[in-house]
């Protein structure tokens, strides 16, 4: 099981891409592996990103993009939007996908879904808004379904998770949290009392299923799990009908037989390893992120956390024109630090091109990869550093693994 995180642009445009395998599965050639997810974060390529006016706000890129168009990706599983400022939600770049989306979904924080809605491009049965996540609602957390790889073995499931921060007039400040727990390859055919309540206890409003991509692939079994208390019941509809998509575009569901129906056929591991994401590219306080920590991350097995994109850079603005822009460091080293991040990539840190009224006043601490690995040294005492920080040029792709 691996992640591949590709850097498109200098600012905070990713490709993610999920895959049940060990080895590379670069961004070129990952519609070809079954049981892989991609997500492109926040697609901005080319173009300016302006606000209302160019006289308030006007930026631009100062490095190319390593592409020049979205045609030159795969069509991805999924797009994320995190906010609906023009620099996340780029009306230029979002009208390079196709506009019926048959192979993808976009999801949205609620004003960027108004915003793109309002532009009449795309078919609106394929753009949906996040829920606010609260532990105390299971269908706040949007649930992607991927078919298991072979016969009696167990699907997998992508979650995402908008984590708005409360009272933030500027709408900058959230996380969006992003599970992958990959479909599992080796059935065993014992009995298991919990099957029946593990396939029929989940909100189907919250719900998508994938088809499978390709014929089935059988991979190693999975590796231990993380350490992280052990794992209840995930939750997954039994009606695989709830959204049916074509979102992978080679799918081939008859050789697919999984009698989920019946509870012997169905091995299910208790702790099942998850790969865990938190986006923030502006920061958002760790006590936001805390109950969905210790719901649904521990919940999931998905601890510690797999990768943090969050920016180095604290940027302020004077209160008027909205205060803080940008957390930084000191926020994200907080969620780094309690969550256990085994990396943090910089996101959202591009020295772009600027002008306007809004950005005039605009104070902005720098962090290098050296800073902030000294400051988690000093935390720590001294002691080795388990956190892999790191700067991604434009075009560069890591590879990251449990």
């Known amino acids: 099981m691996s992640l591949s995180v590709k850097h ?47 006289k308030f706000s006007i930026s631009s890129h100062t490095v190319p993009s390593c592409i020049q168009h979205l045609s030159e990706l795969p069509p991805p599983n999924m797009v994320l939007i995190s906010q609906d400022k023009p620099d996340h939600c780029h009306e230029e770049t979002l009208r390079q996908l196709d506009p019926a989306l048959r192979h993808t979904v976009i999801l949205a924080t609620p004003a960027a879904v108004k915003k793109i809605c309002s532009w009449r491009y795309f078919d609106p049965s394929r753009v949906h808004a996040m829920p606010t996540f609260s532990d105390k609602r299971p269908n706040s957390i949007i649930r992607f379904h991927i078919p298991s790889l072979t016969t009696g073995a167990n699907p997998g499931e992508v979650t995402i998770a908008y984590i708005p921060a409360k009272f933030d007039m500027t709408g900058l400040h959230n996380a969006v949290g992003i599970t992958y727990r990959p479909p599992a390859t080796c059935p065993t055919f014992t009995p298991n009392p919990f099957a029946s309540s593990f396939f029929s206890s989940s909100s189907s409003n919250s719900a998508f ?48 037989s999984t009698d989920f129906s019946n509870p012997m056929s169905v091995a299910f591991n208790p702790n099942p390893k998850t790969l865990s994401v938190i986006y923030s590219p502006h920061g958002v306080t760790y006590s936001h992120v805390l109950p969905y920590a210790t719901s649904h991350l521990v919940s999931r097995a998905a601890l510690p956390l797999t990768l943090l994109l969050h920016a180095f850079d604290r940027v302020q603005n004077p209160w008027y024109l909205g205060g803080n822009i940008s957390m930084g460091m000191p926020g994200g080293l907080e969620i780094a630090r309690n969550l256990l991040a085994k990396c943090w990539i910089s996101a959202h840190d591009e020295d772009k091109e600027k002008s306007g009224f809004s950005v005039a006043k605009l104070c902005i601490s720098k962090y290098s990869v050296a800073d902030v690995t000294k400051l988690v040294e000093l935390e720590r005492r001294g002691g080795k550093v388990g956190l892999d920080v790191r700067v991604l040029d434009c075009g560069q792709e890591a590879l990251l693994k449990p």
């Open 8 to 54: 498109l642009n200098g600012d905070s445009t990713f490709l993610l891409t999920f895959a049940p395998l060990d080895q590379p599965v670069l961004s070129t050639g990952h519609s070809h592996v079954p049981g892989t997810f991609t997500i492109l974060v926040d697609p901005w390529i080319s173009g300016p990103s302006q606000v209302w006016h160019p």
């Open 209 to 256: 299923s994938l088809p499978l991509q390709g014929s089935p692939y059988v991979s190693e079994p999975p590796p231990t799990p993380p350490d992280s208390p052990e794992s209840p019941m995930s939750e997954f509809s039994s009606n695989h009908s709830s959204f049916q998509s074509s979102i992978f575009p080679h799918s081939d569901m008859s050789s697919v």
